[in-house]
């Protein structure tokens, strides 16, 4: 990512804290967020909030937003979510390493963080792993990722 | 899960050691698997694999086998693939507690495990809380997950 990159984010209330916790750390992360909602602690449905990302993110391409941050409770229901768009590639990190891989291999242009599962620490060093890293563009994992855009 | 449960079971070729590995420990998990694939070490394309799972495990419901595991290298890729189906929730595992939630709040009735993030005794645990689970029938789950049940 340049350091100029804006992202998208959004949760779902349980979500909430930690998006605040990353807006705030934006700096050291070297990019913007522009922030999708929701912004009050009000119980939501976490598919309403993955799936507005996601079709903003669809609707960006090209530009120069092209990649987006989900968070839930656990982080898997946004994951599950953001996956049924065939032009999303989603990773569900609990480790940088995760996060790496997933950019690197799957191309994956949302990154999905449980806020019950990681702390503000380790989500701010798997968020830098994902921009870190960069898409791998060898022919087999091409081939994979062609595979995984038709709808099912 | 019953003693008796039958889990369909599927990975690509960087998965397929840890895959061999949950086989030989089948006993201990109280359950049987159907392997679907692959047999050899020779390279495959993980949505390959992740969709013959999962178009087993639709067209096997309602019926004795409802449950799927998928491995990959990191996970990640059979966990995109297989969430790409809309009657599949599939959870991609580092921890206990991320299975643990995955069937309690979002009925996940696929596991996904990264063979190359997480070692034999690590998977035996993972699988084990995915399967002392039990799906939470609240009606918050319940109305987030029918909205995952739509085409994209």
Redesign the interface.
């Known amino acids: 990512m340049t350091p100029s990159a804006n992202l998208l984010i959004a949760s779902d209330h349980a979500g909430l804290p930690l998006k605040e916790a990353l807006r705030k750390r934006a700096p050291e992360l070297g990019i913007t967020f522009t922030d999708l909602g929701p912004a009050s602690l009000a119980?939501v449905?976490?598919?309403?909030y993955a799936?507005l990302l996601?079709e903003k993110l669809i609707a960006s391409k090209p530009g120069p937003t092209t990649l987006g941050i989900l968070i839930c409770?656990?982080?898997?229901?946004v994951?599950?979510?953001a996956?049924?768009?065939?032009e999303i590639?989603?990773?569900?990190?609990?480790?940088e390493?995760?996060a790496k891989?997933?950019r690197e291999?799957?191309h994956?242009n949302v990154l999905c963080l449980?806020a019950r599962?990681v702390n503000e620490e380790l989500a701010l060093k798997i968020v830098k792993s994902f921009l870190a890293a960069r898409p791998d563009p060898d022919q087999?994992h091409l081939?994979?990722i062609e595979?995984?855009s038709?709808?099912?």
Chains 1, 2 share one sequence.
């Open positions: 119980s449905d976490y598919p309403d799936n996601c409770g656990s982080g898997i229901g994951s599950i979510a996956n049924r768009h065939p590639r989603a990773v569900l990190a609990e480790s390493e995760v891989l997933g291999h799957n994956a449980g599962i087999r081939r994979r595979k995984l038709h709808r099912k």
